[in-house]
């Protein structure tokens, strides 16, 4: 049985930084490329950031380019996300995904239960 497990969310003041953590437990973590995606409050789920299975392809929304920076150690089965210069319309419940290939993809088969962002003004 895969598993993801966020970590690290809270709640900070803007400008502020913030690293989440997802761990994957049941299948062979640097096989896959994984992400991070995001839900705000009355919004639909957007994509965030994502990387392939071995680190050296990323990718990033417009909104996070330059203030967020996606990274895994294969070692760890861990994904970092970290999350500098946060501004209020960051806040949301941030979601570690897991693909199916090694490279990233569209389509994510694996999510985790969310961990909860909040940026203060």
């Known amino acids: 049985q895969v598993q993801l497990v966020e970590s690290g969310g809270g709640l900070v003041q803007a400008g502020t930084s913030l690293r989440l953590s997802c761990t994957t437990s049941?299948?062979?973590?640097?096989?896959?490329?994984m992400g991070w995606f995001r839900q705000a409050p009355g919004k639909e789920r957007e994509f965030v950031a994502a990387?392939?299975?071995?680190?050296?392809?990323?990718y990033y929304a417009d909104s996070v380019k330059g203030r967020f920076t996606i990274s895994r150690d294969n070692t760890k089965n861990t994904m970092y996300l970290q999350m500098n210069s946060l501004k209020p319309e960051d806040t949301a419940v941030y979601y570690c995904?897991?693909?199916?290939?090694?490279?990233?993809?569209?389509?994510?088969?694996?999510w985790g239960q969310g961990t909860q962002v909040t940026v203060s003004s």
């Open positions: 990387i392939d299975w071995s680190g050296d392809s990323t």
């Open positions: 049941g299948r062979t973590f640097s096989n896959y490329a």
């Open positions: 995904v897991g693909g199916n290939t090694r490279w990233v993809g569209r389509d994510y088969a694996y």
